[in-house]
């Protein structure tokens, strides 16, 4: 067996355990220790790529015991990438709360740590339970995470963050058990391959368990009308949590791409293409709502959680047309949108801080110190988020436009990806000439911003001109990646082969 | 027996979804608490009901008890305990600091 494949999983649950050890220790010493994983995992989910790169489905049995009756963990080139995603994300905020942004409490590492566990844990799952005990692993960390430092509004948005996740958390055990009750099994790849034999008699019940699935990812990915809780909790917590819950909606978006392409996908006889009719109006839907609360908005915070929630119906917006090209550009759009976010909410939190009294609030304010340089900044970053040329959002959102080419729905996609997009790009403009050029002389700034505040977000924007530059190589990857979703057969093979077992379907 | 569990499960989730609905935090903690434990006995009977069957392997049984179901509440049930105490720690400090046991932090007006 491949150990390299746990790697991502244990690195941080040490490094978290290690860390409420250390809980009275020094904060530098944590802070390196955090760091210290934070990159080894980098290392790993490179590793891991190079390692799976090649179309081979690494599978890892938990405690040795064949699938489908112990626990398998399963990396192919989607769950890879997902990890790496996850990791770089995770290094530039952790480059923000070393330099400070911890000081609110000092299980903020430990917090963080075991928030990456989950996230790991939740893309390299080969199980139905064992994703709800991971999202469990990464909501109990994200509850932390949010609520961390206080104030009345980020205890009332975590209340309904906590309570509408409590109730989705239900709804998944409720699909979880009708399941097994019908089918035996929770492998993955063993309830792909029992689907396909179901008895119609069953039909109905699989039918209700897997759009109750839906229900619940579709909560976790904030597509309408399950969206409410997204600008709440995004838009009042603390900058390094909220760049850091980016990657919390693609969760979701992954989910639904995994569990549908693998068990209700095209080929997998009676109870395919359970969601299609659902996934691409509401998808397109999201992005609407998402797009008339950036023009709402009165605190840039505010405006980025909604650009997360527009950009999360773009994602799955990609993934509704579900061919292979989509599915591709989607993967490339992921990536994308989860560093342009997270680079907003970092930018969001030093202009806010540079500005004093009215904070990152959408009014005329002081004039800035090194105003020329947030400016260039927040330039650089709308231009990535609302998917202008020459950065990767345009890039992403172009892809998508171009696999929608060939579909029924290509109008519909077409005219809402191209309105909210000028809609976005009018927002940002806006947002950016109240920021930087209308001056209230009678307002007074606030600390001089510390101008290594901006490595986390330019190295994020970094990161998306590398993959403008490497798109070519990038969108190769990400068709490959597809293929593997579109094409289940060398993951339901991999997974029942490691446990002796020959595929039927 | 199914159809005395089947109306069990169904009263404890219809009463959780109705106090979750409900505009204080004390009631919708303890819909969420009675809908987990809704999903507890419905993961557990998923099983089937059976009475004196082993759940391992052994001489002479000719019928078994499916042991996945029991492994899998028992983790549902640790995960749902910590989430209850967590979500009533928080309704108390959202009772602090909010000043009142309202969901939205306001009494909403009539």
């Known amino acids: 067996m491949n150990h390299l494949v746990i790697a991502p999983l244990l ?40 390692r799976v790169s090649n179309g081979e489905v690494l599978v890892y049995q938990l405690g040795n015991w064949p699938a489908p009756f112990g626990i398998v963990l399963v990396a192919d080139r989607l769950a890879a990438v997902m990890v790496l995603i996850t990791a770089l994300l995770a290094a530039n905020v952790a480059l923000v709360t070393v330099r400070g942004a911890d000081h609110a409490g000092r299980y903020f590492q430990v917090l963080f740590q075991l928030q990456l566990f989950g996230l790991n844990g939740a893309f390299l799952t080969g199980d139905l339970f064992n994703l709800f005990v991971f999202f469990e692993v990464l909501l109990i960390a994200s509850y932390g995470l949010l609520l961390h430092g206080g104030g009345r509004d980020r205890t009332r948005a975590g209340l309904h963050y906590v309570a509408l996740n409590l109730i989705g958390s239900t709804l998944f055990l409720f699909a979880v058990g009708t399941l097994y009750g019908l089918l035996g099994t929770l492998n993955m790849a063993d309830l792909a391959q029992r689907l396909a034999e179901l008895a119609p008699a069953d039909l109905g019940l699989v039918r209700a368990a897997g759009l109750l699935l839906f229900v619940v990812f579709a909560l976790k990915a904030a597509l309408a009308p399950l969206h409410l809780w997204l600008p709440g909790a995004y838009g009042h917590t603390s900058a390094p949590v909220a760049a850091m819950f980016a990657i919390m909606t693609k969760v979701g978006a992954y989910a639904i791409l995994r569990v549908y392409s693998l068990m209700f996908g095209p080929d997998s006889g009676p109870a395919a293409g359970l969601i299609d009719p659902w996934l691409l109006p509401l998808a397109l839907l999201t992005v609407a709502i998402g797009t008339f609360g950036v023009l709402a908005s009165q605190r840039l915070a505010q405006q980025a959680a909604y650009l997360v929630m527009a950009s999360a119906g773009t994602l799955l917006t990609a993934f509704g047309l579900g061919d292979g090209a989509a599915v591709a550009a989607g993967l490339y759009y992921l990536a994308h949108t989860t560093f342009a976010a997270a680079a907003l909410f970092l930018l969001a939190n030093i202009l806010g801080k540079a500005r004093g009294a009215v904070h990152d609030r959408l009014v005329a304010g002081p004039e800035l110190p090194h105003g020329q340089l947030l400016a260039g900044a927040y ?89 403008v530059v490497y798109a070519g190589p990038l969108y190769e990857f990400s068709q490959a990646a597809a293929q593997q979703l579109v094409h289940p057969d060398a993951y339901l093979n991999a997974v029942l082969q490691a446990g002796g077992r020959v595929m039927t379907r | 027996m199914e159809a005395l569990i089947s109306i069990v499960v169904g009263v404890l989730t219809a009463c959780g979804v109705y106090l979750s609905l409900r505009g204080r935090t004390f009631p919708v903690v303890l819909g969420l608490t009675l809908l987990s434990y809704a999903v507890n006995l419905f993961l557990f009977v998923m ?55 309202h969901v939205d932090g306001e009494e909403s007006p009539r």
Request: glycine share 10%; no cysteine.
């Open chain 1, 11 to 50: 690195l941080p649950l040490l490094a978290g355990v290690a860390l409420i050890l250390l809980r009275g220790s020094a904060a530098p010493v944590r802070q390196a220790l955090s760091g210290a994983a934070t990159l080894a995992m980098v290392g790993a989910a490179l590793a891991l790529l190079f």
């Open chain 1, 379 to 467: 330039l650089l970053i709308a231009l990535a988020v609302s998917g202008l040329p020459p950065l990767s959002g345009f890039v992403g959102k172009w892809l998508i436009l171009q696999s929608s080419l060939g579909s029924t729905w290509m109008p519909w996609v077409l005219g809402v990806l191209l309105v909210t997009g000028l809609l976005g790009v009018v927002a940002l403009a806006r947002s950016g000439s109240r920021l930087f050029f209308e001056i209230d002389p009678a307002a007074s700034a606030g600390a001089a911003p510390r101008l290594g505040d901006l490595a986390a977000p330019l190295l994020l924007v970094l990161i998306g001109i590398a993959m």
């Open chain 2, 47 to 101: 099983g089937r009901l059976t009475t004196g069957a082993p759940p391992i392997i052994r001489d002479g049984a000719t019928e078994y008890a499916d042991p996945l179901p029991q492994a899998l509440v028992l983790t549902a049930i640790v995960i749902s305990f910590g989430m209850t105490a967590f979500v009533v720690i928080l309704a108390l400090r959202a009772r602090a600091e909010l000043g009142n046991d």
